[in-house]
């Protein structure tokens, strides 16, 4: 029975219960027609349960997965939990509990809050990355890179986290810091880990974000993580010696201008080349640079600090000697770790050059001008003291000087990624770990796929790097045990995978989360993959979604699906503030979501979010404003009730209905200007929830009730609108309107209302609809509209469309707001 009052805390309790008993949110996955996947980044399940910013992410891509159903498409939103990693066991470390007693209670509380708030979920595929059904098949991703190629072993220079006890990402160091432990400065620590080839695929992953339905901000974000760049690999001789210093440069047109070289304080030939001489001075300076920060040793604002090594290298231009220099400007994980330095043309080497009064040589002279003084001139010119270049501009020059140099072999075009290898293993408990073990007679040994999953044990001591090792180290039943190969004594690798692994696939375990015999079905990834709209946070721009397409593009070439990029669509919601400020548990002004669920509903909650401000920017939470969206949810109720008891009351032989105090539409056809406004709403809705527009599509639901609550009378199409209008944005009370309209099962079996286009505009003209000259009718439409919207308008009139029935237009006449005529035959 439909509710009198609006009481959300009865209304929402009642649809969910109905979604629920008759699982209205699940999904036919084989027998849907018209596929459409919806999805969400899944949620980390803290301890302290759902957040407001949570609620304003999920609200958002629930608004898309319920638009489109109501268009008519088979829609699949699912939800699941990213649970393993070391957010939840630092957490669990804090509180002295075990994470797996820990994450369950967590979950449960995140799925109570997410049905509280009516998102359109499909709990029946839930994933959850601890559940060792699901982290079988990450393991198994691992066992597939490692045979192709893409998963190695390496000693190489990681970022060592002193709080986390592990190896971080480098996307995961915010300026020389953690990005977990602001404050904490990241060590530089030279480690045997486990690597993915990501660089493999460093162009592709470049190439398609020129296509991909993407915010230019993100794509943006992943160009310059790339960070493609062209030049040479330029070879100096070493006197004396049978080698050369490799440098890249992105600039050759400049090496007449290279006065000196610097190597950064990590490379490898520093040993070999300083003398006896400057070693003690050296080696004390490489000591200074270990402990610097990043951030710090490439801040151009800082001065510049440098040793001579007391070597040369022979400029392969001009056969001139220049000194060789160690500096802490210049960083061993960018190009070869050593560089030419031109201070003429770049100004960090200017400042270099001009700290230790070492040459400055200009080899590019301005078009048109001079350079400018006391810094270097970073442009493009005309060549000079370049012998048999001069006179060239310097970009025909930095093509002939690399084709020249590549001819005597000591120069080869290069292009170089900023991008590095991801880096897998982490040296913490609360993650799935790599399923290889180690043989001192058969090497490294993957566990054998029929023995997956490698089972992360239940241990009472999971701390990270205590003096017995890493957690699985020395847990002895864990890490001893056979090698596969050989039957041999042998001990399991001790290190889980980064968690960002288990979020890098998740989407297409989804709608195969029910097969136990493979990771994904293929029938179903084939019929629901790519992603149609992922919603997400920008601070996973680099990381996480730089994973995801790298690991589709990986699986495309094994032939393990057909696609290369995860998402059609990837829209980054924006950020809440409130009262002004940044929320934070510091400033005590956290939104927990229950609180103004069980003051206002779900559904205020829901309006308000989504009402702050454009949801790709976000907005400003102000306890002051949410009651205004509950008073319109109040009265929306009110006019339904009463106009549709004051229609059942006006029935032949009813009892006359009460008289209440403002006058309520009678049952009956719209007016003109309400009709008007109808169309106009139904169009404007639906354009700005596809372009995320929900602030002004909910100021426009609000402008049309007025309009309905003043008109002289409504029909059904007017009411039905309005709340299949409202079902994306408030989908509890959507559902109670249509039960109060005589409907029965959820609107969301209903269909988009269909707009006029005559309909949907104010200044109009009346244009004169001509068939071979003849006047067949006359439609209403904005004064200067296009010859396409007047053609669309004349082709929905009825009049028209009977007389153009059967016959091909073969012309259009549009003489600007007086006619269109149609020729066909």
Same mark, same amino acid.
């Given at each position: ?35 459409? =996947? ?8 803290? +301890? ?32 699941? !939990?990213? +649970? ?5 066991? $630092? ?65 190489? /220079? ?36 486990? !690597? ?11 190439? $398609? ?26 070879? !100096? ?30 490379? /490898? ?7 006896? #001489? ?8 490489? #000591? ?23 070597? #040369? ?11 060789? @220099? ?7 994980? =960018? ?49 000079? $003291? ?19 140099? +590549? ?54 001591? !999971? ?25 041999? /004594? ?19 375990? =989804? ?54 990029? /995860? ?40 309006? =308000? ?31 339904? @009730? ?92 959507? #559902? ?12 969301? +079996? ?76």
């Amino acid at each position: 029975m439909p509710i009198k009052s609006y009481d959300a805390h009865q209304i929402e309790a009642k649809w969910q219960q109905y979604w629920q008993v008759h699982r209205v949110h699940e999904t036919d996955l084989r027998g849907a027609a018209d596929p459409y =996947y919806v999805l969400m980044m899944f949620p980390y399940p803290s +301890a302290e349960g759902l957040h407001v910013g949570n609620v304003y992410a999920f609200t958002g891509a629930d608004i898309q997965g319920r638009y489109q159903r109501l268009r008519g498409h088979d829609v699949f939103e699912p939800m699941g !939990f990213d +649970a393993f990693g070391i957010h939840s066991e $630092n957490f669990a470390l804090r509180i002295n509990t075990h994470p797996m007693k820990l994450i369950p209670r967590n979950v449960e509380n995140f799925r109570r809050q997410l049905r509280m708030m009516g998102l359109m979920l499909d709990w029946s595929h839930e994933v959850l990355t601890p559940d060792p059904d699901y982290y079988k098949w990450t393991q198994w991703i691992f066992l597939q890179l490692y045979k192709h190629g893409l998963a190695y072993r390496a000693t190489a /220079p990681v970022n060592w986290c002193p709080k986390c006890h592990t190896v971080i990402s480098n996307e995961q160091v915010v300026d020389g810091e953690c990005e977990r432990h602001p404050g904490t400065e990241v060590e530089r620590r030279e480690m045997e880990q486990w !690597f993915f080839r990501t660089t493999k695929y460093a162009q592709r992953l470049l190439d $398609n974000l020129d296509w991909i339905d993407w915010s230019d901000i993100t794509r943006n974000a992943q160009r310059n993580w790339i960070g493609r760049s062209e030049g040479a690999e330029v070879d !100096f001789r070493l006197p004396g010696r049978d080698a050369a210093l490799r440098v890249y440069t992105t600039r050759p047109d400049t090496l007449y201008g290279a006065t000196y070289m610097v190597l950064a304080p990590e490379h /490898p030939l520093v040993g070999e080349l300083v003398s006896e #001489e400057q070693r003690a001075q050296v080696g004390a300076y490489i #000591e200074r640079a270990r402990k610097m920060r990043a951030a710090d040793r490439t801040d151009e604002e800082r001065e510049k600090t440098g040793v001579y090594l007391g070597a #040369e290298a022979i400029n392969p231009v001009n056969d001139q000697p220049i000194p060789i @220099w160690i500096s802490d400007y210049v960083l061993i994980e =960018y190009g070869t770790g050593a560089i030419m330095a031109v201070p003429a043309h770049d100004q960090r080497d200017y400042q270099f050059a001009s700290q230790f009064d070492l040459p400055i040589i200009p080899v590019i002279r301005p078009t048109g001008g001079d350079p400018p003084e006391g810094e270097a001139y970073v442009g493009e010119g005309v060549m000079i $003291n370049s012998g048999p270049y001069d006179g060239l501009p310097s970009q025909d020059c930095l093509r002939k000087i690399t084709h020249d140099l +590549a001819a005597q072999g000591v120069a080869q075009p290069r292009v170089q990624y900023r991008l590095r290898d991801w880096c897998i293993s982490r040296q913490r408990y609360w993650g799935p770990p790599i399923p290889m073990i180690h043989c001192e007679k058969c090497g490294i040994v993957p566990v054998p796929a029929e023995d997956l999953p490698v089972r992360l044990p239940e241990i009472e001591d !999971f701390r990270p790097d205590t003096p017995g090792g890493k957690p699985l180290e020395r847990y002895k039943p864990f890490y001893e045990t056979t090698c596969p190969t050989c039957g041999g /004594p042998a001990h399991r690798d001790a290190d889980v995978s980064d968690n960002f692994l288990d979020s890098a696939w998740y989407f297409l375990r =989804y709608p195969s989360s029910h097969r136990d015999d493979v990771a994904w079905d293929a029938e179903l990834t084939r019929k629901w993959l790519p992603v149609d709209m992922y919603v997400g946070g920008n601070e996973h721009a680099v990381l996480h979604l730089m994973y995801t397409r790298f690991l589709c593009m990986a699986f495309k070439d094994m032939g393990l699906i057909e696609f290369e990029e /995860p998402f059609k669509k990837f829209r980054a919601h924006g950020l809440l503030i409130r009262e002004g400020g940044k929320m934070s548990k510091t400033h005590g002004n956290v939104i927990n979501p229950d609180e103004y669920v069980d003051e206002h509903g779900a559904d205020t909650l829901r309006m =308000y979010l989504m009402f702050l401000g454009p949801y790709t920017e976000g907005g400003d939470f102000r306890d002051s404003g949410i009651i205004g969206i509950r008073r319109f949810l109040e009265r929306l109720h009110r006019l339904y @009730w009463e106009v549709l008891t004051k229609r059942a009351a006006d029935a032949p032989g009813a009892e006359p209905a009460a008289s209440g105090g403002d006058a309520v539409p009678a049952w009956g056809a719209l007016d003109r200007p309400t009709a008007i406004k109808l169309h106009q709403t139904i169009r404007k809705v639906g354009e700005d929830i596809e372009s995320f527009g929900y602030n002004t599509a909910i100021a426009a639901l609000m402008e049309l009730l007025n309009t309905l609550r003043a008109a002289p009378a409504l029909d059904a199409f007017a009411l039905e609108s309005l709340a299949i209008l409202l079902a994306p944005f408030a989908p509890h009370e959507a #559902e109670e309107l249509w039960e109060m309209l005589g409907h029965e099962g959820s609107i969301l +079996a209903a269909r988009w209302p269909q707009y006029d286009p005559a309909l949907t505009v104010t200044e109009e003209v009346e244009i004169a609809v001509q068939v071979m000259g003849r006047l067949r009718g006359s439609v209403h439409v904005a004064r200067d509209a296009s010859e396409q919207v007047v053609r669309d308008a004349a082709l929905a009139h009825e009049s028209i469309a009977k007389h153009l029935a059967g016959k091909q237009i073969r012309r259009v006449i549009h003489v600007p707001n007086r006619l269109i005529n149609f020729v066909a035959n």
